[in-house]
């Protein structure tokens, strides 16, 4: 496994359960759209990586 490869820890907008994504890190600004683990629903992801590294992960119900 890449070790740009990362767990974070995310909450569904729809359930508000907690659960573990994996994502890699990238340079940039990655949307995407994935089904809650929990209750199905299509959840929005904005990852942002700052210069130094540190990672911002979003989430917003999909429209």
Known sequence: MSEAIQEY?????????????????????????????????????RMETAKDGEVSLHTERAM
Request: aromatic share 10%; with cysteine; proline share 8%.
């Open 9 to 45: 820890q995310i909450t569904c907008p729809y359930c508000w359960e907690i659960y573990p994504l994996w994502l890699e890190a990238e340079d940039s600004v990655v949307e995407l759209i994935e089904d809650c683990q929990i209750c199905c629903h299509p959840i929005q992801l």
